[in-house]
């Protein structure tokens, strides 16, 4: 397995949530990394990314609330969510972030915000 997510739940809103991100060495060493998530009826999109130096970039809906980070001797991606609204609720991945170098998507985790 290259990519496994874990860590997404049920949580109120305003709750907070911790993802972790177990990438292969492979993808992880030589890629700038990111979190992805899908909503029911929607397409794929970016949350957060980081590069492999550490700097990080945001979509706007979940600026200041949200901070990925990454441990490379564990080869791992984080995503802090905080202030969690219901329509953040989705399925959460992690993968590499240029579209050449991903890696198969994985089941990803189940993040849901009841109101």
């Known amino acids: 397995v290259q990519l496994q997510a874990f860590g997404g739940g049920l949580v109120q809103a305003g709750g907070s949530l911790r993802l972790s991100c177990a990438a292969s060495w492979n993808i992880f060493s030589r890629n700038d990394m990111a979190w992805y998530r899908q909503a029911p009826g929607k397409q794929r999109s970016v949350v957060a990314s980081?590069?492999?130096?550490?700097?990080?970039n945001y979509a706007d809906s979940v600026k200041g609330r949200f901070t990925i980070s990454r441990d490379n001797a564990k080869s791992t991606v984080y995503l802090q969510m905080n202030s969690l609204k219901p329509e953040d609720t989705a399925v959460y991945y992690c993968n590499a972030l240029a579209l050449f170098s991903r890696a198969s998507w994985g089941q990803g985790t189940q993040v849901t915000v009841s109101s």
């Open positions: 980081i590069t492999r130096g550490g700097v990080t």
